[in-house]
């Protein structure tokens, strides 16, 4: 009987075999010549400045073999810079021929003091006379490939299924096996070169990794690959989603994004109900400052395109075709973000902090990559205006008939559901040490992005000057129920209620906010990626309580949250443990909501990718997958949509990043490159069988379906 019982069945595969498995083709013997590594420039130029940063060989710590010891020392405010790094390189003898079926491995050591402090390493080559950096005369090209060192992933093999444990240099440590990138370059590699990345504006004293079984593998010619999937039903010969995922039917709406004009005959016109514009709502739209500002400094130059022209570059045709067909919700994404935020705004900076460094306080901003110069100093009330003029402006342009924000009563209103007010502000790495060292702060590990900084500035300890509190409260006034209405109207002559920044650009009449008053506002969300992550979740957990519970007593409190749903972004991978964390996290958000301070959560951008060490090893959409890979990947979207039904009463809507072909970094969808329903299509569509007919693969995912279970509840 072949092991491919089942055929083509979606819902039914044995295991198809191991496939081709990798060979070493070099082997970094480090016992035999570990002098060959040398320290070396790093590919991007970043330098430790202190002499003790670098490596050496050690022997048997754990007694697997010799290592290689990394250390690191970087002060971000003695540096001057936000990164710091270390580089070092062996040669290859003979030279090899590199493709995307070659890999660079090794496996990594750290200790759970790692967490926050690095953020990848970086895989590259050089060639015997390569000295140039990138873009600069020399430079082989661009080869480099990277392993990041995420929060995520220690937390995961230290807080729920460790595979190996060992104690050195008085601390635990565990192991990651097999950290293995594809080169990003073909050709000849003469060279290895190995970066190590410090983590943003963090200090590291003496800080230490480990790695070992330094190798370049390829795949065994002589082994059989698993046979290549076949996707059998286009997305018009399956049932669409749909007709299961509705509001009527007791679960959610599900949604996808578009990045092309909307078609009626598309997948995200068949198998949607919630439609999601990815790029033309976001900050960036705004294309120029308003009059106001431009006539208040008159010197400054604000870089924009051009000196005339519109203010608002918003997008009004495919929103009129979805409402008109009656059949859709609209999602908008987003109001604030570090990223594609327009260049005028990104020169905006606090008046009274100076510093772009973290300090004791947490009194710093960043812009990070994303400010841009020249830049103008302002004061908080006039920052206050610029971004009150910013989200009114935006949302009452769909959700109101107004010419002021360039609708008119012949288009009427576009009504949306929902909208991301704020998209990933919690910094990066920040919330790992916070959260150890000060489990119910959250102020601290903000981002602080400089032109949203700016309305809060020096006035940190009142959570209502907060800007984050702030950006939600306008979004209540933007489009507001009959009770923010009546109010703000009575709250009008008390500049405690409504300050003066907010009547200068003719938002009301006479006090007035009564046309904007909506029966059902849009959905507020705050949308944030690796909510799974335990430090990001009570980060995220500590923010939302304090917001809303503060606002309850404000002045213009409307009986709705200030936050009224957290969006979870669903960027995932295939990984033996990450619907355990998913689900330790919904859970957490699950009480906040039953204590009134959260109406929902959503999924809110979700893909999953197939990485190295999955069954049936590394895929980058829209490759075509084996039957291995393209069930594995199935099998988690089915844990995934399980654990909505689990939850359903408690989820908003969620959002498939891509209606086909890829995702978000190669990440795999329900409908593939051909438009064709994928494993993860039918998984979506019936997890419980799904699940069932590949328990091949539940030796992966081990105990994870069990754990879906009603009466499970994680810790």
Known sequence: MSKNVGGNDPYFREDPGAGVQRLPVYDFDLDGNFSVWKSWRTNDGRILPNVNSGFEQVNDPFETGSLIKLTSYFDPSIAGKAFGGFGMRAPIKPALTMCNQTFVEFDLYYPKSAIGKYM?????????????????????????????????????????????????????????????????????????????????????????????????????????????????????????????????????????????????ESIMAYHYELYVDENRLKPEAHVRPPKWLREEFPKFHFKFDGEDGAEWKLPDDDFLRLRDAGKYKLHGHCLAWINQSPPWMRQVLPENITSMQWNPNGLYFTGGTNAIGPYVKVKKDTARRLYFDHILYEMRHYMSTNERYGSSKERGIIPFHSFDVVNVEIHESRHSTISRDHPNEWKTALRHVSWLMAMTDDDFDDIKQNYMYLVYKYAHIAVPNAQMAEKYKAGYNNPEVVPEYMKLDNHDSDGSIDEYVCEKPPVLIYNDYEINVRSKMNVAFNMISELNAAWKNDPLYDGRNLIECLGIQGHSVVNPTINSQNQRSVEAFVRLIDDGLLDSICYSEVDIRQPDGAPGGEALAPAVLNQKQADAIGYQYGLLFKMFEKYKKYVDHVIIWSPSRSGWTNSYV?????????????????????????????????????????????E
């Open 670 to 714: 329900l409908f593939d490159h051909e438009k064709m329903a994928s494993q993860a299509y039918y998984a979506a569509m019936d997890p419980d069988r799904f699940i069932q007919g590949h328990s091949y693969l539940d030796e992966y995912f081990d105990g994870e379906y069990s754990k879906l279970k009603d009466d499970y509840k994680p």
């Open 120 to 264: 990848r390493f970086e895989i590259w080559s050089t060639s015997s006379g390569g000295e140039g950096f990138q873009g600069e005369a020399g430079y082989p090209g661009n080869n480099r490939t990277q392993i990041y060192i995420r929060t995520s992933d220690i937390e995961s093999l230290s807080q729920i299924k460790p595979e190996w444990l060992g104690f050195y240099n008085g601390e635990t440590w565990y192991k990651k096996a097999i950290c293995a990138v594809t080169p990003v370059s073909s050709g000849t590699w003469d060279f290895l070169n190995i970066d190590l990345h410090t983590e943003t504006g963090t200090k590291l004293e003496g800080d230490q990794l480990l790695i070992g079984n330094v190798r370049i593998t390829k795949g065994d010619e002589n082994d059989t690959p698993i046979p290549d999937v076949v996707n059998e039903k286009s997305f018009k010969e399956v049932e669409p989603l749909r007709n299961k995922y509705n509001c009527e039917a007791g679960f959610f709406p599900v949604g996808t994004v578009e990045r092309s004009k909307f078609d009626p």
